[in-house]
């Protein structure tokens, strides 16, 4: 490669900025149902962004259509960031977060769905404007890149390069031999599921309108929630809590997964590996956490809203460690408890957590569970390496061996990540947050969690952390989204050597 298409990158942007401020448009009829003045600031940042984009496109429409990986890392980048900035209009026009960073703050939380909040009244906020906050969640759940890609074909480009750097995961598993009939089977998925959650929501008791905010936050495992005391809202109906932990589990599930169980192959669910450690992993998990808290505290005694326990100890025991054990594990971040507020070991317990993450292929953030398989297997063939040093025994993941440079990879991927949980954990406290709240707020931002540990509890927002610090925090946010190499390698002098 001679020279990056500067070309390219720019209309694919504008490409990107245009169906931002289409999405963007979508808010508005929220607004006038519920007569509020927000509607024209959502308006007028609709069509500033679709004017941003048109002219980034029309100026560069006939660019050369050769799209390389470098590019394609250069897209997904800064497609992200232009996403992020032209998100901040909304709140910004409306008055509703007038500061920029405070918006900036909130829309790439929301992009990347962390569900980290700077919002100390949620429930006062216009419903245009909650619907939005939600709509980013929504759009960066399986990456508006991904959709993006779907109409490729009709500019006469390919999308594979743009899809192995924005698909989630180790891996850009596909379901058809065509990168374009993937991403709109992934996105056919995930609008459909978003809908069976809306419509079971609302036969559960839900009002339309916090149905169809809270179906798109799970879906995406974001966790933007239009009450200040998040999903604990509805702590005395628990059936809508067990329907967004279901969706959460879903959510976390590897979407090729869900696509065999939607054509009804259903004996492939336990023949994938990844899923049957998630699967008994999570069970273990909540049958530990209900034996815990029922023996040293009940859950609901901390809730941060005081409803009474509509079914006995043990429901509502099972209820809140499973909901929070799932939302924690696929990376979602609703709240139905405070779980720092239960025993320190549940606790403890809860916090590793931070470090698993959901599914390759899912719109879980985190390390995901494939890579902590294969990191275990590769450490435990060291023994055997040990005792037959000129033996070749290759790491095997479902059956099969996995070539040597994807564990390289994985491994590097770790320990780079561990790096950054430290050195960002340093940084915090040199921002002024204590220990347990650098700690809480690095793990979670990296993880694309939310709520955290300290003063970032799942009780307590984020709006009290200095301007520098919410900076960096959407820093470890972003590069978390996008699996660090994507971002990291922009920094690096070789990506932008000429060869």
Not at 250 to 255: L, M, P, R, S
Not at 289 to 310: A, G, R, Y
Request: glycine share 8%.
């Amino acid at each position: 490669m001679k020279s990056f298409n500067y070309q390219i990158i720019v209309s694919f942007l504008g490409l990107t900025c245009m169906l931002n401020g289409l999405f963007m448009l979508l808010a508005i009829p929220f607004s006038i149902y519920h007569k509020e003045n927000a509607s024209l600031g959502i308006l007028s940042a609709g069509l500033i962004t679709i004017a941003i984009g048109f002219l980034m496109w029309f100026l560069n429409r006939n660019a050369p259509k050769n799209l390389q990986k470098k590019e394609g890392y250069l897209i997904v980048t800064f497609g992200w960031l232009i996403l992020s900035l032209t998100g901040t209009l909304p709140y910004l026009l409306s008055g509703a977060i007038p500061d920029f960073t405070n918006a900036f703050f909130e829309t790439l939380s929301g992009y990347s769905t962390t569900g980290s909040s700077i919002l100390t009244d949620i429930e006062s906020m216009p419903k245009g404007i909650l619907f939005w906050r939600s709509a980013t969640h929504w759009i960066g759940g399986m990456g508006i890149i991904v959709l993006t890609i779907a109409i490729l074909p009709l500019l006469g480009i390919g999308g594979m390069q743009l899809f192995m750097a924005e698909a989630p995961g180790p891996s850009a598993d596909k379901m058809h031999p065509r990168i374009t009939e993937t991403a709109k089977r992934l996105w056919l998925i995930y609008f459909s599921l978003t809908m069976a959650e809306f419509l079971l929501l609302k036969i559960a008791g839900m009002d339309w309108f916090d149905a169809i905010n809270h179906a798109m936050s799970t879906m995406s495992t974001g966790g933007f929630s239009t009450k200040n005391a998040s999903v604990a809202y509805w702590n005395n109906m628990p059936i809508i809590q067990y329907i967004i932990t279901f969706f959460m589990f879903v959510a976390g599930t590897n979407f090729i997964i869900t696509y065999f169980v939607f054509k009804g192959k259903w004996e492939r669910i336990f023949k994938n590996e990844e899923f049957k450690w998630y699967f008994f992993g999570v069970l273990f998990l909540i049958i530990t956490v209900v034996i815990l808290i029922i023996n040293f505290q009940d859950p609901t005694l901390q809730t941060t809203i005081n409803h009474p326990k509509p079914f006995g100890e043990f429901e509502s025991a099972f209820r809140h460690a499973a909901f929070q054990i799932i939302a924690i594990i696929t990376t979602t971040g609703f709240v139905s408890a405070d779980f720092t507020m239960w025993n320190s070991f549940v606790t403890m317990l809860i916090f590793s957590l931070f470090f698993i993450g959901g599914s390759a292929g899912s719109t879980s953030g985190g390390v995901k569970i494939v890579r902590h398989i294969t990191m275990i297997k590769s450490s435990l063939l060291e023994f055997k390496k040990l005792l037959h040093p000129s033996a070749i025994i290759p790491v095997r993941y479902g059956g099969k061996a996995i070539h040597h440079t994807i564990v390289f990879n994985i491994l590097s991927f770790f320990v780079l990540y561990m790096l950054i949980f430290i050195l960002g954990s340093v940084i915090f406290t040199f921002l002024g947050l204590n220990f347990i709240s650098a700690v809480g707020i690095t793990a979670s931002s990296l993880g694309n969690i939310g709520p955290a540990l300290g003063s970032v509890s799942p009780t307590n927002n984020f709006a009290h952390l200095s301007n520098p610090a919410k900076w960096f925090s959407t820093f470890l946010m972003l590069i978390g989204r996008l699996e660090l190499f994507t971002v990291l390698i922009l920094f690096t002098p070789y990506f932008w050597k000429k060869n």
